[in-house]
Nanobody, 124 residues
Framework: QVQLVESGGGLVQAGASLRLSCAAS????????MGWFRQAMGKEREFVAS????????HYADSVKGRFTISRDNAKNTVYLQMNSLKSEDTAVYYC?????????????????WGQGTQLTVSS
């Protein structure tokens, strides 16, 4: 059974940087695209970033483009989200997800497995 465990969230000040990690187990990691989504209180879960199976293709939400970077280490079965210049509006629970396919996507419906999430709070 596939398990995804996020880590690295916390409380930071605006302008700070933080890196989230998502460790995968129980399945084949290296052949599937991965994504990061987030859900702020009272809002729907939204796409943040995605990466193809080999890391060659990435996509970002407009709100994080230029500030966030998604990457993966297939040898470690881990996907990362480097977040710079954090803003209060980045406050949310961040989820990683494994796609049904090797091609990265911005659509929630393309992701089969989800982690439990990690809370990020950015104070202004």
């Amino acid at each position: 059974q596939v398990q995804l465990v996020e880590s690295g969230g916390g409380l930071v000040q605006a302008g700070a940087s933080l890196r989230l990690s998502c460790a995968a187990s129980g399945g084949t990691f290296s052949t599937f695209a991965m994504g990061w989504f987030r859900q702020a209180m009272g809002k729907e879960r939204e796409f943040v970033a995605s990466i193809s199976w080999n890391g060659y293709s990435t996509h970002y939400a407009d709100s994080v483009k230029g500030r966030f970077t998604i990457s993966r280490d297939n040898a470690k079965n881990t996907v990362y989200l480097q977040m710079n210049s954090l803003k209060s509006e980045d406050t949310a629970v961040y989820y990683c997800a494994r796609s049904y396919s090797s091609i990265d996507s911005m659509r929630r419906s393309e992701y089969r497995y989800w982690g439990q999430g990690t809370q990020l709070t950015v104070s202004s």
